[in-house]
């Protein structure tokens, strides 16, 4: 499996890299060197450099691991006794060369880029064997403090200077502008390679997206935040106003959304918001969630909150378009407070591909307690009532794709265990209307747990003992306390109907 | 999906709807099972790149084995420290007993849309220091004013960072005035001076932060800070017919331009024709006037002919009039004097429901003249058929039903081609309009229902009838034992039905005896349906056809 899943690497390598020694003050944006990671030396790519009281710190990206665990590591961390791999030059624009990271670097994004997209030799046959050791996340949440502290310097020397905004030091900021439209298009220019054309029109029908080139957005940009009775950290960048990314903290209001820098503003915030729910309408309550459906057209601020909240969580959510095309499921649960929210997904009013979730979350306070379950289960009940048959848009995330297919066996073993028992035969498109599921999603996860076999000439449905002895002990566990589930009875919802201009006009 | 090959059998496409048979592992040889494995690539819906992080593998290992599932590592939440989360979060919820309806957006929950900042808290604690303590100005207030200014500069300059536009006080004082209650004038000024300070920290941007929308298209696509853009209008299919007609309405556009252009250039040259024309006959007068000072200067007599214009000025004008009309050189312009519904240019547009309305008064006019023309047809004709035609209302006034009631109690469905959707009719409206048409013979039920009616008409050697309708049946429902009779009784149309009746019922007793006693010479007949005398089905026989000497 493991060695399946690595067959794109190495393929049509291009020009070797040119590797060699660094220093502390020649690593550079682009370089690929080997840092120390859980205990061990990963390779990693710098995304970013900045000076702090204690030195010089670079964000790294470890290769193999998600992108929520990039961090900022310090000097100590690299090992410079190895050689690191120099972003391969390419023609380097206004004569700028491949400089320390105090200067400025008009091409570095146009480097990072083109690394990005040549695959490059993957190891993780290699590492594929500790990824259960526990993660120091004290540390790692130390180390995400954006701030250099009180003598403040510059924060980040050297955030790509593409994307600086006009800074409010400037004195004319129609030059600033200028150099700003400029250098965002030198980026764009950069990424015509890659099919911008093919990319928007890509984000144009779908709420998630492959891969987003600009550089910028590749580094998280909040470092905390505080929400409800929670402290989170985001996970990835989320294009919340650019102001709080030099905040420490920034507070979001738990029932509307709206976020703060300023503990003042915040605080006056909470004393005149009367929400306790989200705004919209209650279609399913039981003792222990609630679901609350919300047209992203009459409730534009929250839903656009709600996909800032959401984006720093979700690597492959796009922002780019608005949300009036879609309509969110938010789930909550009941407090003496209100309604919180729980998790959500969002589903396009009319989705020409058939999708019934866009974008799906849990949020981190509340993930692994079972709600990703009702969320899923939920988005499929919707289904049923629609007589559709539904799949959640690709590409899906790891945590939604491991949400998705624990769901998916759970409910196909137990209908499959009834037909074993009963010894009857089932096709794959019974499966699928009995579930909602389509029918590619009931054969995909047929054979990714090995159920589908051919066998003397015959396709054949096996029950792997492992799977049935789970599925056993899962419903001895229910006994004594019982596995939440959404009850179908208690939905109030008819699917909505949208007029004909809304059709026209796409939202 | 697709089998790895190389094995000796080939392998049958696997069917969706192709029932499979359903085993457990230990119902198929475990060496087999095994040597079974890997004949599928598997989808994940992962992108590519992402499908070979370590934590995932592992968790994905996890999923389909015996060893515990792997979980994904992530920067956990943890409990904020140093946060009074029910002094934030004080309201308390109360959970209606009804699933919750709600449209009311985050703008109308969140009440002043401005919030102050520490900055502006030392501001104001500052300012109110300086003040008496029944004049301090409050921190609902001072956002009020806050929100106003804002507002003001957003609207006055949305472009005010690029272009430093300062609002003038007496701009935001006025809007204030109009915005908020007078007594917010007398901090006006001091809340003016620390809001443009702020403004003037920020490099004139909108105090409060706010996302990057998009700009310029173009330019702002890579960055991803620029957020939230409206999707483009859904491109209508291009064709050559389109194309054509585009191209036809540019043309004729172009055309209405240049003759609208022409027009005014030939009104300014007729205006330059007539300010010469000013000029000549100035002139004219002018030199008339030296001519007059000559004459009487010599002392010339004579008649002062030459003094005043020869032709009359309207004839003149008459002749230019029909010389111009003659050679008509300017492009013809066709201003049509009515308008398609027929009234003049100026006259109002006609509205919707007038135009309905019209309609209307047509259709009605002519069903009543087609009413007219079938009631002088039937003139005299009674039509005692089995099944006769449904009777035009109003037909023939000695044969109808009338109504024993002053009218019908009938419910009319709303017309489905309204004059006014929204305006519904009035039930009392629906009351008086009597029922003009019956779409078919009204049901048995109905009938029963009915007040009841009579109708009087003389059958053939001049009998005399009386019809009644919407009596209330004697029987409701005929007893199965009754029913069962005519089971397996075949309509015969030449046989004179019978009647089932009980000649000692209280109800026909007391019916006779409200019948007066007359000659037998001639009889009335009284019959409850509109088929008088002939009713096959057993429902209907229960109906009391009686023979009785009636009077002449
Ligand atoms: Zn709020």
Same mark, same amino acid.
């Given at each position: ?507 | ?435 003009? &048409? #019956?779409?078919?013979? *009204? $049901? ?6 009915? %007040?009841? @009616?009579?109708?009087? =008409?003389? !059958? ?50 007391? &019916? #006779?005896?409200?019948? *007066? $006693? ?6 009335? %007949?009284? @019959?409850?349906?509109? =088929?008088? !005398? ?19």
């Amino acid at each position: 499996m493991t060695t399946g899943a690595l067959n794109d690497s190495g393929t049509g390598s291009p020009a070797p890299k040119q590797k060699g020694r660094a220093t502390v003050d020649t690593l550079s944006i682009g370089c690929i060197a080997m840092v120390e990671k859980d205990g061990r030396p990963r390779r990693a790519e710098i995304l970013s450099i900045k000076e702090t009281k204690s030195g010089r710190q670079f964000y790294c990206n470890f290769d193999n691991f998600n992108k929520r665990l990039d961090e900022w590591v310090p000097t100590a961390r690299i090992d410079f006794d190895q050689d690191v791999e120099w972003p391969s030059v390419e023609k380097p624009k206004d004569g700028k060369k491949n400089a320390p990271p105090t200067s400025k670097k008009s091409t570095v994004a146009k480097k990072n880029v083109t690394k990005r997209a040549v695959p490059t030799t993957r190891e993780a046959s290699a590492a594929v064997s500790d990824g259960g050791t526990p993660h120091p996340w004290t540390d790692f949440v130390d180390s995400q403090k954006p701030t250099p502290g009180p003598d403040g310097e510059e924060k980040l020397t050297l955030a790509l200077d593409l994307d600086a905004t006009p800074g409010a030091e400037d004195d004319d900021p129609m030059d600033v502008d200028e150099v700003a439209a400029k250098a965002v298009a030198a980026k764009t220019d950069t990424q015509e390679e890659f099919s911008r054309e093919e990319e928007i029109e890509k984000l144009r029908v779908g709420g998630s997206m492959t891969q987003n080139q600009a550089e910028i957005s590749r580094i998280r940009n909040i470092s905390k935040v505080q929400y409800g009775k929670y402290d989170l950290y985001p996970w990835y960048f989320s294009p919340y106003p650019e102001a709080f990314t030099e905040e420490d903290v920034m507070y979001i209001c738990e029932f509307c959304l709206r976020y703060y820098g300023d503990i003042k503003s915040f605080t006056r915030h909470r004393h005149k918001c009367t929400l306790q729910h989200p705004p919209g309408n209650e279609i399913y309550r039981d003792d222990y969630v609630s679901f609350f459906e919300i047209d992203g057209r009459r409730q534009r601020e929250w839903c656009r909150n709600l996909c800032l909240l959401s984006k720093m969580f979700l690597d492959h959510k796009t922002l780019y378009y608005d949300v009036d095309p879609f309509l969110f499921y938010v789930m909550t649960s009941r407090d003496e407070k209100g309604c919180h929210l729980v998790g959500y997904f969002s589903k396009e009013k009319e989705s020409a591909d058939g999708y019934n979730v866009a974008c799906i979350l849990t949020l981190p306070q509340f993930q692994r307690k079972g709600y990703g379950r009702l969320l899923i289960q939920f988005s499929y009940e919707l289904s049923k009532i629609e007589g559709k048959l539904g799949s959640p848009e690709k590409p899906l995330s790891d945590l939604g794709l491991l949400s998705y297919r624990q769901y998916w066996t759970e409910n196909l073993v137990e209908i499959l265990l009834e037909y074993n028992e009963k010894d009857e035969r089932c096709s794959i498109e019974s499966l699928a209307q009995q579930l909602a599921m389509t029918t590619a999603d009931v054969e995909h996860t047929l054979q990714a747990l090995k159920m589908q076999v051919y066998h003397k000439g015959e396709h054949k449905l096996v029950l792997p003992t492992k799977l049935i002895e789970r599925h056993k002990a899962s419903k001895e566990k229910q006994k004594t306390n019982p596995k939440r589930l959404i009850d179908p009875t208690l939905i109030q919802w008819k699917p909505p109907v949208f007029t004909a201009s809304t059709r026209t006009w796409g939202w | 999906m697709r089998p790895q090959m190389g094995r000796t059998t080939r392998v049958k496409k696997l069917q969706p709807r192709a029932p499979q048979p359903i085993l457990r592992q230990d119902q198929i040889e475990s060496d087999e099972y095994d040597s079974l494995q890997g004949q599928y690539k598997v989808e994940t819906g992962v992108e590519k790149s992402e499908e070979s992080e370590i934590h995932l593998q592992a968790a994905l290992a996890g999923t389909g084995s015996d060893k515990e599932t792997e979980e994904i590592p992530a920067p956990p939440a943890q409990e904020s420290s140093d946060f009074d989360y029910d002094a934030l979060y004080s309201s308390v919820y109360e959970k209606p007993a009804t699933y919750i309806r709600f449209s009311q957006t985050v703008e109308e929950c969140t009440g002043c849309q401005y919030d102050m900042t520490t900055e502006d808290d030392t501001f104001l604690k500052a300012y109110n220091q300086k003040k008496s303590p029944n004049s301090h100005l409050s921190e609902d207030d001072f956002e009020r004013i806050m929100e106003s200014y804002e507002d003001t500069a957003q609207i006055q300059a949305p472009f005010a960072s690029v272009d430093q536009t300062q609002i003038p006080f007496d701009t935001m004082r006025n809007s204030l005035s109009k915005q908020l209650d007078s007594k917010y004038q007398m901090y006006a000024k001091d809340i003016y001076d620390h809001w443009k300070a702020r403004r003037q920290d920020t490099a004139n941007r909108p105090l409060q932060p706010s996302l990057k929308f998009e700009t310029q298209p173009d330019h702002d696509d890579g960055d991803p800070y620029v957020c939230f853009r409206r999707r483009e209008i859904r491109q209508t299919r291009k064709t050559r017919a389109r194309d054509v007609q585009s191209t036809d309405k540019l043309r004729k556009l172009r055309k209405e331009l240049d003759i609208g252009r022409e027009l005014i250039r030939m009104t300014s040259q007729r205006e330059e024709y007539k300010r010469d024309l000013l000029a000549t006959e100035k002139h004219i007068f002018e030199q008339r006037q030296k001519v007059k000072e000559a004459k009487n200067r010599l002392n010339i007599k004579g008649d002062d002919d030459d003094l005043i214009n020869q032709v009359p000025r309207k004839r003149k004008a008459m002749d230019f009039n029909n010389q111009a009309r003659g050679q008509q050189p300017a492009p013809h312009l066709r201003i049509p004097s009515h308008r398609s519904d027929g009234r003049p240019l100026d006259a109002d547009l006609e509205t919707l429901a007038e135009v309905m309305a019209r309609k209307e008064n047509i259709i009605n006019k002519e069903l009543e003249e087609k009413v007219m023309k079938h009631r002088q047809w039937n003139d005299k004709h009674i039509d005692v058929t089995r099944e006769p035609l449904p009777p035009v209302h109003g037909i023939g006034n000695g044969s109808a039903f009338r109504s024993a009631t002053a009218q019908y109690q009938l419910l009319t469905p709303p017309s489905s081609v309204a004059s006014d959707s929204s305006d519904h009719p009035s039930p009392s409206k629906m009351d008086i309009d009597p029922p003009a &048409f #019956r779409f078919s013979s *009204p $049901l048995d039920e109905e009938e029963t229902q009915a %007040q009841p @009616a009579y109708r009087r =008409r003389f !059958g053939r050697l001049g009998r005399l009838w009386i019809d009644r309708r919407g009596m209330t049946a004697v029987n409701k429902e005929p007893h199965e034992i009754e029913s069962d009779r005519w089971k397996y009784d075949q309509d015969d149309d030449e046989e004179q039905p019978v009647y089932e009746m009980d000649p000692y019922s209280t109800t026909a007793l007391r &019916f #006779r005896s409200t019948i *007066p $006693l007359l000659s037998p010479a001639r009889r009335v %007949q009284q @019959a409850e349906s509109q =088929r008088p !005398g002939i009713s096959s089905s057993p429902a209907a026989a229960r109906t009391v056809s009686v023979s009785q000497p009636a009077p002449t």
